[in-house]
């Protein structure tokens, strides 16, 4: 069955550091959401990629959709406190499954 | 709008015994999914409905039952809790990726803290 694989499972870095989680699954996806989940929290949508290469940003978050829609990245520019939690990507398949990456856990150093 | 609550927030149980768990929402979702959240397992999908009166199984569905018989709500039951069912629950809702022009992303509720003793 369909696999969606994030790297790494946890990551610490310095305020100031860059962070990047990695998702990549084992079937062509139709999309791919990213969302965020405090510590004590429940998981809140960031974005969706939808097309081949796509790339958003949100202020200091920037998302990109592999060519071959199979593969994933959140990176974090000059992470923040604020940024602590855990980071998900869910893929969607062309059945309309949802798989969800076991997530990567950011924790911030002061 | 309230978006997606759940009920109780916290529960224990003993082994054997069995408890409902709801979920509402109030954005006219077409979908809901049940998820249970285990330390370093992620989101693993239990049950999930693409419309009133229908229900599907997930990734982990063995020991759950679901219902959906209001387009709103969406019920989890454990018939005969397990030590295995401790876990922190989410509910979440969402519209069909079919749809045009509107985004389908998961809108989440706070989640049910269940402990099997």
């Known amino acids: 069955g369909q696999q969606v694989m994030q790297i790494p499972q946890y990551q610490h870095v310095q305020e100031g550091e860059d962070f990047t989680t990695y998702c990549n699954s084992s079937?062509?996806?139709?999309?791919i959401q990213w969302y965020k989940q405090r510590p004590g929290g429940h998981p809140v949508f960031l974005i969706q990629?939808?097309?081949?290469?796509e790339v958003k940003k949100q202020k200091r978050l920037t998302f990109q959709f592999g060519e071959a829609k199979k593969n994933s990245s959140l990176h974090i520019t000059a992470t923040q406190t604020t940024d602590v939690g855990t980071y998900f990507c869910?893929?969607?398949?062309?059945?309309?499954?949802?798989?969800f990456g076991k997530g990567t856990r950011l924790h911030i150093l002061p | 709008n309230a978006g997606v609550t759940q009920t109780p927030k916290f529960r224990v149980l003993k082994t054997g015994q069995s408890m409902t768990l709801l979920c509402a929402q109030d954005m006219n979702h077409e979908y809901m999914y049940w998820y249970r959240q285990d330390p370093g397992m992620g989101l693993r999908l239990i049950h999930y409905?693409?419309?009133?009166?229908?229900?599907a199984k997930g990734e982990v569905p063995d020991g759950y039952n679901v219902s959906r018989l209001k387009k709103q709500n969406f019920l989890l039951g454990l018939e005969s809790a397990a030590p295995s069912q401790t876990s922190v629950y989410f509910c979440a809702s969402s519209y069909p990726a079919y749809i045009a022009g509107v985004g389908n992303e998961q809108f989440f509720g706070p989640g049910t803290r269940l402990t099997v003793l």
């Open positions: 869910a893929g969607r398949d062309r059945d309309d499954k949802i798989i």
């Open positions: 990629l939808v097309k081949s290469g």
């Open positions: 079937t062509t996806l139709s999309n």
């Open positions: 409905s693409v419309g009133e009166g229908t229900t």
